[in-house]
């Protein structure tokens, strides 16, 4: 069983934000479907999703989003490619989580904290 259906953020912005995750998603192999009030990634069409809906006035999500990496490489390539993508607070893992746990930490244009994570050896 899943534990979780989908994320759906607000952002201000969603042709701008469409620059930002499609170019982030595209590392992930996940191209944008779009429906008229809202955008979303996917792998499967049953599989879990991640999206977002233009809310002008929307304050940034602090919350923070993890997304899966397979190995510690694809953290490396994620974080080599954010600057140029407009993310903005980019910092790598510290091991403050523990030897297995290997992260980069970013916010998204609109302020939305976000991070690319792998668990393993």
Not at 24 to 41: D, S
Not at 53 to 62: I, L, M, Q, V
Request: proline fraction near 7%; charged fraction near 25%.
């Amino acid at each position: 069983m899943r534990l979780l259906s989908h994320v759906d953020l607000r952002v201000r912005d969603r042709a701008r934000a469409h620059r930002f995750y499609d170019a982030l998603f595209a590392e992930f192999g996940v191209e944008r479907e779009e429906a008229p009030l809202f955008t979303c990634y996917q792998h499967t069409p049953d599989g879990d999703w991640f999206g977002f809906t233009e809310e002008r006035s929307a304050p940034p999500c602090r919350a923070r989003i993890a997304l899966h990496a397979p190995d510690r490489a694809f953290v490396d390539r994620i974080a080599a490619v954010l600057p140029g993508l407009g993310a903005s607070g980019i910092e790598m893992d510290d091991g403050i989580y523990g030897p297995k746990y290997y992260a980069v930490f970013f916010d998204d244009p609109d302020g939305n904290a976000l991070e690319v994570c792998y668990y393993g050896p």
